[in-house]
Protein backbone atom coordinates (compact mmCIF):
# COMPACT_ATOMS: atom_id res chain seq x y z
CA UNK A 1 0.00 0.00 0.00
CA UNK A 2 1.07 3.62 -0.56
CA UNK A 3 -0.10 7.22 -1.28
CA UNK A 4 -0.56 7.41 -5.05
CA UNK A 5 -1.95 11.56 -5.55
CA UNK A 6 -2.59 13.90 -3.30
CA UNK A 7 -5.52 16.51 -5.11
CA UNK A 8 -5.99 20.24 -3.26
CA UNK A 9 -8.52 21.97 -4.33
CA UNK A 10 -9.08 25.80 -2.28
CA UNK A 11 -7.26 24.14 0.66
CA UNK A 12 -5.47 26.58 2.46
CA UNK A 13 -2.62 28.61 -0.17
CA UNK A 14 -4.17 26.10 -3.05
CA UNK A 15 -6.96 28.20 -4.58
CA UNK A 16 -6.53 26.13 -8.09
CA UNK A 17 -6.60 22.09 -8.09
CA UNK A 18 -2.97 21.12 -7.67
CA UNK A 19 -2.33 17.30 -7.75
CA UNK A 20 0.88 15.89 -6.18
CA UNK A 21 1.69 12.23 -7.74
CA UNK A 22 3.79 10.07 -5.17
CA UNK A 23 5.61 7.08 -5.61
CA UNK A 24 6.62 4.38 -3.67
CA UNK A 25 9.52 5.20 -1.13
CA UNK A 26 10.44 8.82 -0.20
CA UNK A 27 8.85 11.91 -1.28
CA UNK A 28 10.39 15.35 -0.47
CA UNK A 29 8.94 18.42 -0.83
CA UNK A 30 10.84 21.37 -1.49
CA UNK A 31 10.28 25.20 -1.95
CA UNK A 32 10.78 28.81 -0.26
CA UNK A 33 9.26 29.54 2.79
CA UNK A 34 5.79 30.01 3.10
CA UNK A 35 5.15 28.31 -0.63
CA UNK A 36 3.30 25.76 0.83
CA UNK A 37 5.11 22.51 2.10
CA UNK A 38 3.49 22.35 5.29
CA UNK A 39 -0.06 23.18 4.00
CA UNK A 40 0.29 19.93 1.52
CA UNK A 41 0.96 17.84 4.86
CA UNK A 42 -2.13 19.50 6.45
CA UNK A 43 -4.16 18.35 3.58
CA UNK A 44 -2.91 14.82 4.09
CA UNK A 45 -3.82 14.75 7.86
CA UNK A 46 -7.30 16.77 6.82
CA UNK A 47 -8.19 13.88 4.46
CA UNK A 48 -7.75 11.69 6.49
CA UNK A 49 -9.97 12.84 8.91
CA UNK A 50 -8.39 15.12 11.31
CA UNK A 51 -11.06 17.28 13.73
CA UNK A 52 -8.61 19.67 15.32
CA UNK A 53 -8.10 22.82 14.21
CA UNK A 54 -4.67 23.58 16.36
CA UNK A 55 -3.34 20.17 14.45
CA UNK A 56 -3.85 22.14 11.33
CA UNK A 57 -2.14 25.01 12.38
CA UNK A 58 -4.93 27.11 12.03
CA UNK A 59 -7.53 28.92 14.87
CA UNK A 60 -11.14 27.13 13.36
CA UNK A 61 -12.11 24.63 11.30
CA UNK A 62 -12.89 26.87 7.96
CA UNK A 63 -9.44 28.46 8.10
CA UNK A 64 -8.29 25.74 5.40
CA UNK A 65 -10.53 27.18 3.20
CA UNK A 66 -8.91 29.48 0.73
CA UNK A 67 -9.05 32.84 2.10
CA UNK A 68 -8.42 35.35 -0.56
CA UNK A 69 -5.23 37.17 -1.60
CA UNK A 70 -4.52 40.97 -3.23
CA UNK A 71 -5.31 39.39 -6.67
CA UNK A 72 -7.67 36.49 -5.75
CA UNK A 73 -11.07 36.47 -3.89
CA UNK A 74 -11.57 33.81 -1.14
CA UNK A 75 -13.44 30.33 -2.08
CA UNK A 76 -16.25 29.20 -0.24
CA UNK A 77 -15.24 25.46 0.18
CA UNK A 78 -11.63 23.50 0.63
CA UNK A 79 -11.74 20.16 -0.70
CA UNK A 80 -8.71 17.28 -0.67
CA UNK A 81 -8.30 14.28 -2.58
CA UNK A 82 -6.35 11.41 -1.56
CA UNK A 83 -5.59 8.07 -3.73
CA UNK A 84 -4.08 5.31 -2.02
CA UNK A 85 -2.71 2.33 -3.91
CA UNK A 86 -4.37 -0.93 -2.58
CA UNK A 87 -3.29 -3.51 -4.79
CA UNK A 88 -1.70 -5.55 -2.10
CA UNK A 89 -5.35 -5.29 0.04
CA UNK A 90 -3.71 -3.71 2.68
CA UNK A 91 -6.69 -1.63 3.03
CA UNK A 92 -10.28 -3.87 3.86
CA UNK A 93 -11.94 -2.82 0.27
CA UNK A 94 -12.30 -4.86 -2.95
CA UNK A 95 -10.37 -2.13 -4.59
CA UNK A 96 -6.80 -2.13 -5.64
CA UNK A 97 -7.35 1.73 -6.08
CA UNK A 98 -9.33 3.79 -3.12
CA UNK A 99 -9.90 7.47 -3.33
CA UNK A 100 -11.04 9.28 -0.39
CA UNK A 101 -12.06 12.60 -0.58
CA UNK A 102 -13.07 15.19 2.46
CA UNK A 103 -15.13 18.70 1.09
CA UNK A 104 -15.81 21.46 3.79
CA UNK A 105 -17.89 24.22 2.71
CA UNK A 106 -17.35 28.18 4.47
CA UNK A 107 -21.24 27.54 5.88
CA UNK A 108 -19.88 24.44 7.90
CA UNK A 109 -20.87 21.61 6.26
CA UNK A 110 -18.50 19.09 5.35
CA UNK A 111 -18.23 15.92 3.45
CA UNK A 112 -16.54 13.07 2.94
CA UNK A 113 -16.72 9.99 0.23
CA UNK A 114 -14.98 6.80 -0.69
CA UNK A 115 -14.58 6.08 -4.27
CA UNK A 116 -16.78 8.49 -4.98
CA UNK A 117 -19.78 7.53 -2.50
CA UNK A 118 -20.66 10.10 0.14
CA UNK A 119 -19.88 8.74 3.22
CA UNK A 120 -19.55 9.37 7.00
CA UNK A 121 -16.41 10.29 8.77
CA UNK A 122 -16.37 7.30 10.57
CA UNK A 123 -16.51 4.85 7.73
CA UNK A 124 -12.96 6.92 6.42
CA UNK A 125 -11.41 6.21 9.76
CA UNK A 126 -12.84 2.81 10.12
CA UNK A 127 -11.22 2.20 6.46
CA UNK A 128 -8.20 3.45 7.17
CA UNK A 129 -7.93 2.37 10.97
CA UNK A 130 -6.13 -1.09 9.89
CA UNK A 131 -3.46 -0.14 7.82
CA UNK A 132 -1.12 1.86 10.16
CA UNK A 133 -2.22 5.06 8.80
CA UNK A 134 -5.86 7.42 9.65
CA UNK A 135 -6.70 8.76 13.04
CA UNK A 136 -3.20 8.32 15.62
CA UNK A 137 -1.93 5.71 13.59
CA UNK A 138 0.58 7.50 11.43
CA UNK A 139 2.96 10.05 12.49
CA UNK A 140 3.27 13.80 11.68
CA UNK A 141 6.39 14.97 13.38
CA UNK A 142 5.80 18.73 12.18
CA UNK A 143 8.25 21.28 12.07
CA UNK A 144 10.55 22.66 15.49
CA UNK A 145 9.53 19.61 16.90
CA UNK A 146 12.65 17.90 16.34
CA UNK A 147 14.45 20.99 17.56
CA UNK A 148 12.50 20.67 21.01
CA UNK A 149 14.23 17.27 21.08
CA UNK A 150 17.57 17.96 20.47
CA UNK A 151 17.14 21.17 22.89
CA UNK A 152 15.50 19.38 25.52
CA UNK A 153 16.38 19.69 29.17
CA UNK A 154 17.15 16.28 31.17
CA UNK A 155 13.88 16.95 32.81
CA UNK A 156 12.37 17.37 28.83
CA UNK A 157 14.01 14.66 27.86
CA UNK A 158 12.34 12.27 29.99
CA UNK A 159 8.62 13.83 29.50
CA UNK A 160 9.69 12.62 25.73
CA UNK A 161 10.34 8.96 26.76
CA UNK A 162 7.37 8.95 29.36
CA UNK A 163 5.04 10.16 26.79
CA UNK A 164 5.96 7.37 24.29
CA UNK A 165 6.29 4.55 26.68
CA UNK A 166 2.35 5.85 27.77
CA UNK A 167 3.25 6.39 31.33
CA UNK A 168 2.96 10.40 31.39
CA UNK A 169 -0.58 10.32 31.97
CA UNK A 170 -0.33 7.72 35.03
CA UNK A 171 2.67 10.28 36.37
CA UNK A 172 -0.14 13.11 35.66
CA UNK A 173 -2.71 11.74 38.03
CA UNK A 174 -0.01 10.72 40.43
CA UNK A 175 1.11 14.04 40.70
CA UNK A 176 -2.22 15.83 40.67
CA UNK A 177 -3.75 12.89 43.41
CA UNK A 178 -0.61 13.64 45.87
CA UNK A 179 -1.58 17.55 45.75
CA UNK A 180 -4.76 17.00 47.14
P1 LIG B 1 8.24 27.16 5.67
O1 LIG B 1 9.39 26.78 4.79
O2 LIG B 1 8.43 28.51 6.30
O3 LIG B 1 7.87 26.10 6.66
P2 LIG B 1 5.97 26.33 4.10
O4 LIG B 1 6.33 26.03 2.68
O5 LIG B 1 5.78 25.16 5.00
O6 LIG B 1 7.00 27.39 4.70
P3 LIG B 1 3.21 26.86 4.61
O7 LIG B 1 3.16 27.03 6.07
O8 LIG B 1 2.75 25.55 4.04
O9 LIG B 1 4.66 27.21 4.07
O10 LIG B 1 2.36 27.98 3.88
C1 LIG B 1 2.16 29.21 4.47
C2 LIG B 1 1.37 30.07 3.52
O11 LIG B 1 0.05 29.55 3.35
C3 LIG B 1 1.24 31.47 4.07
O12 LIG B 1 1.60 32.36 3.06
C4 LIG B 1 -0.23 31.59 4.40
O13 LIG B 1 -0.73 32.88 4.18
C5 LIG B 1 -0.84 30.62 3.40
N1 LIG B 1 -2.16 30.18 3.85
C6 LIG B 1 -2.45 29.44 4.95
N2 LIG B 1 -3.77 29.27 5.08
C7 LIG B 1 -4.33 29.92 4.02
C8 LIG B 1 -5.68 30.14 3.59
N3 LIG B 1 -6.73 29.64 4.25
N4 LIG B 1 -5.86 30.86 2.48
C9 LIG B 1 -4.82 31.38 1.79
N5 LIG B 1 -3.55 31.22 2.14
C10 LIG B 1 -3.30 30.50 3.25
MG1 LIG C 1 6.57 24.59 6.83
Not at 43 to 48: H, I
Not at 101 to 126: A, H, K, P, W
Request: charge should be positive; aromatic fraction near 4%; proline fraction near 3%.
Amino acid sequence: MHLKSLTLRGFKSFASSTTLHLEPGITCVVGPNGSGKSNVVDALAWVMGEQGAKSLRGGKMEDVIFAGTSGRPALGRAEVVLTIDNADGALPIEYSEVTISRTMFRNGGSEYSINGQGCRLLDVQELLSDSGIGREMHVIVGQGQLDGVLAATPEGRRGFIEEAAGVLKHRKRKEKALRK
